[in-house]
């Protein structure tokens, strides 16, 4: 769902803004009582919501046989709450921060402007039709230029799963809840959207009645079309957890590199061109492109936050903000992956997120040309040489993604009992993070600064079922089972009831594994 025009008026230079209500947060009682919901209020804010699509050729109908409107298929994965839906304090802690954090920064996204993405499609057979589009009075539609997938555990409470899609209700024309706990993408293991695992469990899902928002049959229709469409397109796929936001430029940078690395005239229809007739077949004059295979990015530059009630904040913000650059590391806030026409996925090297950029552009560099394999294809050659290339850092936007650091969050890094850093932070770094919070924070990521003090606020209303629950949910399948998480969070919980001595939870030898 995107802008390429607006019917509202403008400032002179601005972009169109549209008024969107935005659903409060839970409320919930002092003693963590679930029966206290939230929506006592209705938060107004002005954002940058598309409410045309303008249709790019070939035309696209709810008929899921008609070709995806893009050379891309983008889709953003989130994960909420999966194999922990009975855990409703966590999952309403964890519900706060992706209103607060993670829905603007996606919603935000300077893709949505028609002038950003007429400069993303420059010198391909498209630019013609989306800047002429912004003059066309006629109203047409187009394929979501990303989808946002979100799984969530199938028994996920159902208040918790209401308020949710309460939440969502302004994406809902890119934006899917599947209730599924099998995640493909990024990983370890083989299996995505270019091999047709992760479109398949969709499909699946909703044959079982387990999509649950949005409703109608358009939806479905619109991933089938993605689903069969995965062969012949530039395939992006991005991890962004709930409680994580990415610059509000990132779309924009990855789709623009994706199209200049990971498209080769001689295999895709999809031809970059510095003429914009209508003719498909590549042109032996134009520039020839150094195709590669796959890619990965990296976010680069990170903020990271922990949240702090506002009234123990000596600048009434939400917290301490720290910036970190972890070299050879890709941390998983906007960790994105892209095949080309015809990579497949066991063509790809796959590790975990923490040994991509060193295992790629370190251990198995190649600073010549093509090795020569004699059974299939080196995992670790995508076609750029030297093959450091294959996962780069995104320079640009100079801080990639925004990282919530929280006793919601499953690795509990730099989180000590009563939610704060382990690292002393000296004064002039707080009198840093208040100028962020007052002057950058909303412009990057899209997040405001009033929103995420009353997360935090929330959080801290929230605190002690918070912590118990992500303590019964550390070892549940396909989650952390970390001995110094386990450690933190048991002794948070001692803190914060010391009046009684404490509270035990065991965790079983069985899942310590």
């Known amino acids: 769902m995107f802008t390429l025009h607006y019917d509202e008026p403008r400032e002179e230079g601005g972009p169109a803004r549209l008024p969107v209500t935005i659903m409060s947060s839970i409320r919930v009682s002092r003693d963590g009582s679930s029966t206290h919901l939230r929506h006592g209020k209705h938060h107004h804010i002005q954002k940058l919501i598309p409410k045309h699509y303008f249709q790019l050729s070939p035309p696209t109908t709810n008929d899921h046989s008609q070709p995806w409107s893009w050379p891309i298929i983008h889709i953003v994965s989130t994960r909420f709450m999966q194999g922990q839906g009975t855990l409703v304090h966590l999952a309403r802690s964890r519900l706060k921060l992706l209103e607060v954090i993670c829905l603007p920064s996606l919603m935000a996204q300077t893709i949505f402007n028609h002038d950003t993405l007429a400069e993303v499609y420059e010198d391909t057979k498209w630019e013609r039709?989306?800047?002429?589009?912004?003059?066309?009075?006629?109203?047409?539609i187009v394929d979501p230029i990303f989808l946002w997938i979100i799984k969530v555990d199938p028994n996920l409470d159902k208040t918790v799963l209401n308020e949710l899609k309460a939440v969502l209700e302004p994406v809902k024309r890119f934006t899917l809840v599947v209730g599924s706990n099998t995640n493909y993408g990024i990983g370890i293991k083989p299996g995505g959207w270019r091999d047709g695992q992760a479109g398949q469990n969709i499909l699946d899902a909703y044959?079982?009645?387990?999509?649950?928002?949005?409703?109608?049959?358009?939806?479905i229709q619109?991933?089938?079309?993605?689903?069969?469409?995965?062969?012949?397109?530039?395939?992006?796929?991005?991890?962004?957890?709930?409680?994580?936001?990415?610059?509000?430029e990132y779309v924009a940078s990855l789709q623009r590199t994706a199209l200049t690395e990971l498209v080769d005239p001689h295999v895709s229809e999809f031809v970059r061109k510095n003429?914009?007739?209508?003719?498909?077949?590549?042109?032996?004059?134009?520039k020839q492109i150094q195709p590669a295979r796959w890619l990965y990015w990296c976010p680069g530059t990170h903020v990271q936050w922990n949240p702090a009630s506002s009234a123990n904040s000596p600048h009434d913000d939400p917290g301490m903000l720290q910036v970190f650059r972890m070299a050879q590391t890709c941390v998983t806030a906007g960790l994105s992956l892209g095949f080309a026409v015809g990579t497949q996925e066991e063509n790809v090297a796959r590790y975990e997120h923490s040994k991509i950029y060193w295992e790629i552009n370190v251990n198995h560099n190649n600073e010549g040309k093509q090795r020569n394999i004699t059974q299939g294809i080196d995992k670790h050659d995508c076609g750029l040489y030297p093959s450091s290339r294959c996962a780069v850092?995104?320079?640009?936007?100079?801080?990639?993604?925004?990282?919530?650091?929280?006793?919601?969050?499953?690795?509990?890094?730099?989180?000590?009992?009563q939610g704060v850093p382990t690292v002393e932070t000296p004064q002039q770094y707080k009198e840093f993070a208040a100028k962020l919070w007052q002057h950058t924070i909303e412009h990057?990521?899209?997040?405001?600064?009033?929103?995420?003090?009353?997360?935090?606020?929330?959080?801290?209303?929230?605190?002690?079922?918070?912590?118990?629950?992500?303590?019964?949910?550390?070892?549940?399948?396909?989650?952390?089972?970390?001995?110094?998480?386990?450690?933190?969070?048991?002794?948070?919980?001692?803190?914060?009831?010391?009046?009684?001595?404490?509270?035990?939870?065991l965790v079983s030898n069985d899942n310590n594994k």
């Open 393 to 417: 850092f995104v320079e640009d936007p100079k801080v990639s993604a925004f990282r919530s650091r929280t006793l919601t969050s499953a690795g509990m890094h730099n989180i000590e009992a």
């Open 207 to 219: 044959e079982n009645g387990n999509v649950y928002f949005p409703g109608g049959d358009s939806t």
């Open 222 to 248: 619109m991933i089938r079309r993605a689903h069969e469409a995965r062969e012949d397109r530039v395939v992006l796929e991005t991890r962004l957890d709930a409680d994580d936001a990415i610059n509000v």
């Open 275 to 286: 003429d914009d007739d209508d003719n498909d077949q590549p042109n032996s004059e134009d």
């Open 129 to 140: 039709e989306i800047r002429n589009g912004r003059e066309d009075k006629h109203k047409k």
């Open 444 to 505: 990057q990521f899209g997040i405001k600064t009033e929103r995420a003090k009353e997360a935090a606020d929330f959080m801290l209303t929230n605190y002690l079922g918070t912590v118990r629950d992500n303590l019964r949910g550390q070892c549940t399948h396909g989650h952390s089972c970390k001995l110094s998480s386990l450690e933190k969070l048991q002794r948070t919980i001692d803190i914060l009831e010391q009046e009684t001595g404490g509270v035990e939870i």
